[in-house]
């Protein structure tokens, strides 16, 4: 394949824009090109769920937004002027991120008419670095889902590697986007794994920083204790090159930590001799409810995915990693079900404000009273998942429920933060698969609340922790579909786990299927 | 018929006087303001915003719970959400403090006019946001975000107060104290001082709590006294009639004076309190309550006291020149600066500079009076130097001008006079102008020797010393 | 306000289920409003998803083991310090007027809810 613009590494469009090889509005063209030749037209509220057989990416995109900057940055490097550590990569944002003058939607129909008047500190500081702000990426309904099918702006994003598969999600309109070529990076949020999860069945880099790392001013708050704002590109260099651009603390996030910033890039070839990863079984010990029963069935691990753990683990030892086998760490077993608590008690509370009142859907007609306005607005403009997600908050903290539940949650949530703890004095990461399956086929799962949030088994450990941890391509199944591997490490080390990601990453020859059907192989 | 009492408690809420909201840097000052001007993303609860905590919420609400006693201040307390749909409160959920609040276990002595004192406790101090207003019209409400994020403290004191006027003095009281602190300007009707009351009654004599109602939304003392007034007496002429109590929360309507039902519906409560994530815990180190605690200056009753102890001044004085803090200052630092009867300079702080910071509207160390002035205008009255009518006079001049008392008394000739020549000369000068009133006097009517000392005041401009102007005249009229 | 009888009742069982009345008196505090289709899944996938949480009640917890409120600890040096107390009007005032539903005279409007006076 003849490499196009769009699909260059974005640290090589940076370096090739400072050498005067390409400008700005070339890099931008191309890639309004490449959308222009794989979207097939973007979601759209009562759209239509079959689509066109394209990739289905985004909600808005921002071509004047992104003209301008692009125009911006080339006047920039014409004058000599530094025009920043992004220049001219055009960037996906997930549409949980609120960005001034454009629509924020949260992939919902009571955002749909939002326009907000405020940009998010990460999409600042990207579009400070000279990111070009491209369009805002389709998602699962304020973030609720692990395929992207909840979003109330249908058609929903396709996986770039098979159009009868998800791409995963909450982030899947950026994940799809980036494996596509409509963008170089995207901005993505991981609550319990929704940027690495839908990087691994896209096949591209994904990574969930150290809660805290990126501020989270401005993304549309799902859980607030575990959302995190991190990178997706479709190489390890360009995950770190926009963290970098992002990381910080932020006088408008009470929770961004004040840990000062490193070079991720410096370091980043320097390989993984002497390092030491660690292998847990307890995350090849797939613990699923029975459907029908609700009893606790072990399962094993996809054996194309089991074979991949192995050969990465393999891949590390080979150029001189320590494998350190047999690593305990038994209280992840309990990530979803704490999960399920803590994570609806947060997201209830923060749906309260969509009631008709201030922005967005407001139901039609004359309401009875103000109860009436805010449970016929609620009630039309919420889908189902966010809906389940209030009842759940609801239910588990009530008074009566809170100790029971919410209190234990949050008890079971130190406990795995202290397995985590206890490895990581062993150990300088862990390496992990990051999902029990490749990318599941559209329809195949949606609908089962249980069984989707599950596919977040091996994700949400990490959030729980506050710790980082990358999500990195490994290849591809026996049916084509990308697998991926996580590495996780302890609090602020992202500087090496992208230098571990990449001594790992195996990067793909081939356009996903999707694209070569459009633009040849 | 058994005799009741009645059990109060109240929940004050009190506005901290920052500049900037507690989470955002809106400002707090939004009197007569339009409506939603002092409103940004964060205090309208926009989706994706987050609060930002203000330092000197923390600082202030810190300096309270030292001055009100609380003996455990949390070196880590915690904000929660309080979650409820109300359309003026944006985000669905209020930042308050809950299970950890910032201090409990306070008290403050109320006291009483019968010379006793009633012990209040105060169960708890929390820091929270405030929510907007709402104006009613016609079918409709109308919502003003401006007070959104305004800092309060919310302070709950045990069920200690047996009277509507008991609670209007402990308001009176906390007013004080806040101000003299500097940390609330505790305006009432400005919404800086809110009160909430539960009212219940019982036979004299029982222990237990009786059912409550709530009473919200009243601002201003008098109003407070006359809500928990027109309760008390609702619920006694209900149990008198065999009713029943029920735990109703009241509305007072300020413009028409009479408590209205909320609809039950509108009170349910399950806020589902849960730890507010997007904050960290509120640090408050020993070292840091020690350091507020050294700061915290004396404190209005204490200053009461003391003024009466050691000045041997009347407890009324002392109650009027510790109402607020700078004239107490005022009043101690003239004192010292005088050296001689405490008592006298009292009198003329409470009549004639009282009167000045009136006109003036301002407070006695803005007066632009200083304390050793008013001292040096007392002694040379004292001395005889000056009358006390240009005395008083002087007060005025000095505080308007850049000049000291003696130089103004100096340069403008207003010492007194009490040369016998000269005042002679003056008296005979009189008399002669005034021969029927001379013949009276000297007719048997002496009375009217008060006439001619105000003559002669008069003719020297307010400066003759009366007391030598009679012995000089009535020399004169028996000679 | 105390909650409706069987919800007490429920907690003690060691089955939890949402019962239509509970699953009322939740829809009712989230101030939803639900057709029969939506509320039946609703209830069928939060009693499903309550089975998944019932894993977590079986766990042995020492009874010291305090809480976690973000997985990553703060020290020090790590708090980002608080706000100074400076007031900066913002200039969104304007814009965030413009995407409420119904605006009289600057002043955001809702429907009333009548009060009740007392006799």
Redesign the interface.
Known sequence: MSAEICELPAHEIVARLRTGDLTAEVVLEATLARIEAVEGGGGALNGDPNGANGIHAYITLAEERARAQARAVDRALEAGDNPGLLAGVPVAVKDIFCVSGIASTAGSKILAN??S??TATPVVRLEAAGALTIGKANLDEFTYGSSNESSAFLPTPRNPWSAGHVPGGSSGGSAAAVAAGEAALSLGTDTSGSIRQPAAFCGIVGMKP???RVSRYGMIAFAS??DCPGPMARNVKDAGLMLLAMAG???F???????PVEDYLDQIEGGVRGMRIGLSPDFSRLRY?D?DT?E?REQVLQPEIEKALLESAERLAEQGAEIVEGVDLPAVQ?G???Y??ISRVEA?SNLHRY??????Y?SEG???????????S???G?G?QP??R???G???S????EK??Y???????????RDFERAFERVDAMLAPTTPTTAFEIGGIYG???AM?YADLLTVPA?????PAISIPTGLDDSGLPIGMQLMGP?FTERRLLRMGRALEQLQESRPPLVQERVGA | MPEFEAIIGLETHIQLN???KIF??????SWRV????????IC?G?PGVLP???????EKALILATAMNADEISQASFFARKNY?Y?DLPKGYQISQYDEPLAVNGSFELPLPEGNSRHITIIKLHIEEDAGKT??KD???????NRCGVPLVEMVTGPDFRSADEVAKFLIRLRQLLRWLEISDADMERGQLRCDANVSIRNVGEDRLNTKTEIKNVNSITNVRDAVQSEIE?QMREVKAGGEIKAWT??WDDQRG??????S??T???YRYF?E?DL?PI?TSPSAVAATVSQLPELPLARRSRFSEVYGIPEYDAEILTEERSLSDFFEATVAAHGGNPKRVSNWVMNDVLRLIREQDTLAGELGLRPGELAEIIGMVEAGTISSGVGKELLEQVRSSDRTPAQIVEEDGLAQVSDASELSETAAHILEANPDQVAAYKGGKTGLIGWFVGQMMQETGGQADPKAAREILESLLEG | ?A?PED??TK?QQSDPT?SSE??RH??R??????DDE?AE??RR??N??????????S?E?PTD????????P?S???????????????D??D????????V???????????????E
């Open positions: 939002f326009v008047p405020y150290t809660y805290g204790s575990l603390a932020d006088a996030d009470a929770t961004a930590a004040k840990v409810p459907a609700g606790l309990y979803i079900p704490a399920f608590v209830a009631d008709g009142v201030k922005y967005g407001r004359e309401a009875a009273d103000l109860f009436e306005l805010y449970r016929k609620r009630g039309q919420f189902s809906k389940l209030i009842l759940m609801m239910y588990v009530g008074e009566q429920y029971r539940y209190e234990r949650a949050l008890r079971v949530r130190t406990l795995i933060r089962d609340s249980v949030q959030n729980h922790a506050g710790i609090d | 920052t500049d900037s955002c840097a809106c400002s707090t000052d339009p409506p939603n001007t002092h409103i940004c993303p309208t926009l930002s905590l203000n330092e000197q919420v923390v749909f359309p104006v009613y079918a409709k409400r109308l919502i003003d975000f609702r009241l509305d009479v408590l209205s039902k909320m609809r519906k509108e349910e409560a399950d730890r994530p960290l640090q | 306000m909650p919800l007490v907690t949402i509970i699953f939740l829809v505090l989230a101030a939803l409003e639900l939506e899944y609703l996938e939060l499903q998803q309550l089975q998944a949480i019932r894993d977590l009640e766990i917890l083991l305090p809480i976690t409120s973000h997985g990553v703060y020090s040096e790590t708090r980002p310090g608080l706000r100074q107390d400076r007031a900066e009007p913002s969104k005032a814009a965030i007027l413009e995407q409420v539903p119904e009289e005279e600057r002043f955001i409007v809702v429907p009333d809810i009548p009060h009740t006076e007392l």
